[in-house]
């Protein structure tokens, strides 16, 4: 059994939608307050913008995922 770990980072755009960056085998030892900090600060730069063009304008969310994986064969 394998257990995998991602930073699910959510961001808010100017046309009021929602996009995500999930980032592998991130440090568990992360806090929240860390995590916000320093995705407004990527949004303060104004460098990240969704698939269409929707320029970031704030953090949205974060989550730590797990994923479990049982190898049947």
Known sequence: ????KKLSL??????ETTFTISLDAPNESLRAEQVMM????IVEKG???DAKG???IGAHSAAMISTEKTVLF
Request: glycine share 4%; hydrophobic share 60%; charged share 20%.
């Open 38 to 41: 320093k995705m407004e600060g």
């Open 10 to 15: 959510v961001f808010a755009t100017d046309a």
């Open 1 to 4: 059994m394998a257990v995998t």
């Open 54 to 56: 929707n320029e970031a």
């Open 47 to 49: 460098v990240l913008m």
